[in-house]
């Protein structure tokens, strides 16, 4: 980004805030999704409640590992600027 003596523009800073937005927020959808997947059983078919108490918690600490590195994976590409060149293309440059 290029900055003017250390400010940035106002399109910068909305730039950032949309792409911040859409780091969190798709991070909370592929958290969930995943803690869905490996916790779901354990309430579906009603395990012991010491493999519930496994799946739950292996499915929570996928989960958060999966939001994090989904949140610094989209902000670094964003630092990064490997964006298209033009809307609707999808090789950086373009």
Do not use: H, K, W
């Amino acid at each position: 980004m290029d900055t003017n003596g250390g400010r940035r523009t106002q399109g910068e800073r909305d730039a950032i805030t949309v792409e911040i937005g859409y780091a969190l927020c798709s991070a909370a959808f592929a958290a969930a999704v995943l803690f869905g997947a490996v916790a779901g059983p354990a309430y579906l078919f009603g395990p012991p409640s010491g493999v519930r108490g496994v799946l739950v918690g292996s499915g929570a600490a996928l989960a958060v590992v999966v939001f994090s590195v989904r949140v610094v994976s989209v902000l670094v590409r964003f630092a990064r600027g490997d964006q298209p060149g033009q809307p609707g293309r999808t090789n950086p440059g373009s």
